[in-house]
């Protein structure tokens, strides 16, 4: 199985739990996808890449 298969598996399985993560892969490296707290504290949210 690819690793492009296994993280559309776990794409499907996170949004089917309502998690609000998406796994990407951007050439060899994996990243996270979703709505996380700024860093600054303000309390806002934002959209966001973790690498």
Do not use: C, Y
């Amino acid at each position: 199985m690819e690793i492009s298969d296994r993280i559309k598996e776990a794409n499907t399985r996170l949004k089917a739990a309502n998690v609000g993560i998406a796994i990407e892969l951007d050439g060899r490296r994996l990243r996270l996808r979703g709505t996380f707290p700024l860093k600054s504290g303000e309390g806002r949210h934002k959209q966001q890449r973790i690498a």
